[in-house]
DNA sequence: TTGCATGAGTGCAAAGTTGCAATTGCGTAG
DNA sequence: CTACGCAATTGCAACTTTGCACTCATGCAA
């Protein structure tokens, strides 16, 4: 964070950013898969049958759509509240907004783990019930692509107005993105 | 095309495309963005004014959504349509999934055009014309993810399911997608 | 004919990324 | 004490991608 706030993000080069924590540049990749999830604090997490069903017990009247972008907030949480680092990483994020597709892509990268996440909910949900597995499948893919929009809209309002309220609010944030925008399409 | 079916995607390296092409790396470089754009054919396509109005015209009963993904389609459309390589860009799809996700970043990179280009037809829209400018960007938003995710969808099913229709057929598709999956939203 | 602007193509160097193989340190079984 | 396995780290080489500077052909104006 020093070095890419004091130099820039393309100046502070990874052989630059590696020397200054004392690793070699191959270290840096087992720990990390770029070097801008590095600065966004990005990991590889991933969503176990676990998570989901903790997601599941702090929520118990959530849908589908509640489910998935509470999972997806979820993963890219720990990253955004990390405390000391957080007012670095949003003047960062403010300076080199393209960041944020970052977001997207890590929530991307799980894709597949999320489309198996939430398919149990959905073949249960009031109007999917009735759907064959391979139409299943394609409302999954395009839930998920919505609740990412909705998800990334949400962390792009907050990292842009000032945070002034905690992350709760961007998981309801963009929950409520997500309704109010098929509300609105009738 | 050649060189990845009998070399595989990793194995057929940017030289040796390049040097059975007769043109040097930077070369390559100033036609596509990247390996795998070339691949699938995707050039910098430009959403202007004109294909908006001809869409619209093209399509005059067409709301929000279908506009969007009329645009969107239209923008991957030459890279899938380009008549000979068809079979070979397909047979290379199924076998690397993962080319798909160029779609949606090939309309990720065209984001900003995309939010222009809807959004007098968004403040126009019945359901969304009492909403904030700010309101208004992130419902386009959050309305793009969900297009692209169903062109997305409609894509792979077109291209692993063997393709039966033309790609009119693909934008119908991903509309009613959209269309499905709100609905059954509630 | 000369000079110049323009655009396409190229070479080169630097940076990010990844697979593979080698090293090191450490705890544990024999 | 030794040998072994395991995980973290590292070095190295190959590959993709990008910015910059250079060449060269073409065409056009003086």
Chains 1, 2 share one sequence.
């Not at 052989?15 to 840096?28: L, P």
């Not at 979820?74 to 955004?80: A, F």
């Not at 842009?160 to 309801?172: C, H, L, M």
């Amino acid at each position: 964070m020093t070095l890419v706030l004091h130099d820039g993000l393309e100046h502070a080069t990874l052989d630059a950013i590696c020397e200054s924590a004392g690793v070699s540049n191959r270290t840096f990749f087992n720990y990390f898969d770029s070097k801008e999830d590095a600065i966004l604090g990005l990991t590889d997490s991933e969503i176990t049958d676990d998570s989901v069903a903790e997601i599941m017990a702090a929520y118990p009247a959530a849908d589908v759509v509640e489910l998935t972008v509470r999972l997806m907030i979820g993963v890219i949480n720990p990253s955004i509240t990390s405390s000391k680092l957080l007012k670095s990483r949003m003047k960062i994020v403010k300076l080199h907004p393209h960041l944020l597709g970052r977001f997207a892509l890590q929530i991307q990268r799980m894709h597949d783990q999320l489309t198996t996440a939430i398919r149990p909910m959905l073949a249960a949900a009031p109007g999917f019930a009735d759907q064959s597995p391979e139409e299943s499948e394609l409302s999954a893919d395009v839930i998920l692509s919505l609740c990412s929009g909705a998800a990334r809209a949400a962390v792009k309002e907050w990292t842009t107005t000032g945070n002034k309220a905690p992350i709760e609010a961007v998981e309801d944030r963009a929950i409520e993105l997500v309704r109010n925008t098929v509300k609105r399409l009738k």
